[in-house]
């Protein structure tokens, strides 16, 4: 057997959300939205069941949806893709997938982002990469250029970036983004950008993506999920967008993981795309409602909460809250005295993890992230005694 895989243990939110099922636990750890989703966006995947051919699609995406995607972005983002830019995934974690093994030869270095997405280092090293970390601490999560430069070396080949960064629920400002792209265009590097959360932002503020900077629409992959975006994330729909030089080792990477979607989910998202621009900012301000019933809540119990600029997500700081014990410590004692789930942030670590973070998730009804919020007041003195 595969070492890599045969010593893995089970994803934290796997693991966290088994349990949370079989204790009856609120489960405020896996980020998935309560909701149906857009109506029409459903209605769209059902007729198109019926009405549209359930044959393989092109390898590459429908058409339909590649120039749907590429319009998306020029209306939001002001991008300037076109179609033959952008290979349709079976969701983000598989355009992850296809992007590193596409861009990451053995031997390579890439320079990853800690608290970082749980699937990027094994994929990495699946390439016969070299994950390089660059370690980020609550409560700014800070990017800084001299970690940065420390951890780069003449074998580096490409950074991850996933912005908004979850589970930090921190986005990069035009300042950070351009002291990034300056750095990779320096180094020579591809930048994989996991954009998912694009449309998960609050307070106003718009992400900007890092292939629109000076020198990065050449050498960046940017990766979208219409899962993150119409809160479907069982619909497993994204896409990579590249330059053609890009996209075309892209696409051959693609080819041999699950080769195409189904053409019923990606005629849906390519109707969402174009009409639900409304219901994308409607959720957004229903999320951003979540965020501070939960803060507040979690704040009036006594619990010290970080920022939450975007994503499904806010965390605690248990040191700040008085609470003695590490993340995991406290998420299972949670799960068993409270019986509310949530997830450890030194999962998210790949070595020297920060633990005295966890992370909830509050994109719930309001009844619930209540019922949630009460049970972790009641249990609040009892884990402060550790």
Known sequence: MNPLYARMGTTIFEAMSARARATGAINLGQGFADGRGPEAVLEAAARAVVE??????????????????????????GLNLTAEEVVVTSGATEALAAAIFACVSPGDEVICFQPLYDAYVPLIRQAGGVPKFVRLQPPEWKIDRAALEAA?????????????LNPAATM?????????????????????????????????????PLIGFPGMRERTVKIGSAGKIFALTGFKVGWMCAAPAIARVLSKAHQFLTFTTPPNLQWA???????????VQEARHRFQHGRDRLRAGLATAGFAVLPSAATYFLSVDLAASGIALDDVA???????EAGVAC???SAFYAEQPVTSVARFCFVKEDATLDAAIARIAEARERLAGG
């Open 52 to 77: 549209r051919s359930n044959q393989y699609p092109p390898m590459l995406g429908l058409p339909e949806l590649r120039h749907a995607v590429a319009d998306h972005y020029a209306r939001h983002q």
């Open 172 to 208: 990069c400002g035009a300042d950070a983004l351009a002291m990034l792209a300056d750095f990779c265009v320096a180094h020579d590097l591809i930048a994989i950008c996991d954009e998912v959360w694009e449309h998960v932002t609050f307070d106003g503020a718009r992400h900007l």
């Open 330 to 336: 406290f998420a299972n004692r949670l799960i068993d």
């Open 152 to 164: 780069v070396s003449s074998r580096t080949r490409a950074l991850i970036l996933n912005n908004p």
């Open 343 to 345: 997830i450890p942030v």
């Open 269 to 279: 998202v390519a109707e969402g795309l174009a009409t639900q621009d409304g219901w």
